[in-house]
């Protein structure tokens, strides 16, 4: 391999005898493929369920909804 080569590999990252590289690369990967959206989906999930949208306050959102509907036409 020609030093060029070498210099331009080494400025890209592109090391084919660091094997630590790889493993770093395929967790993050993996943590941005597979941790991380079901994290978030938890956290989702929870803020729904917490969320004060039944009884009495869904009839005043639909209330309020409806006469907001109304005054525009």
């Known amino acids: 391999m020609k030093a060029e080569n070498r210099l331009n590999n080494y400025s890209l990252g592109i090391v084919s005898q660091c094997k630590s590289r790889n493993y770093q690369a395929i967790f993050g990967l993996r ?6 959206p079901i994290a978030f989906l938890v956290f989702a ?11 009495k306050k ?6 309020d909804l409806n ?3 109304k005054k525009r036409k």
């Open 31 to 36: 943590l941005g493929v597979g941790i991380l």
């Open 58 to 63: 869904l009839k005043q959102v639909k209330s």
């Open 67 to 69: 006469r907001i509907h």
């Open 45 to 55: 999930f929870i803020a729904l369920y917490f969320y004060p949208l039944h009884g």
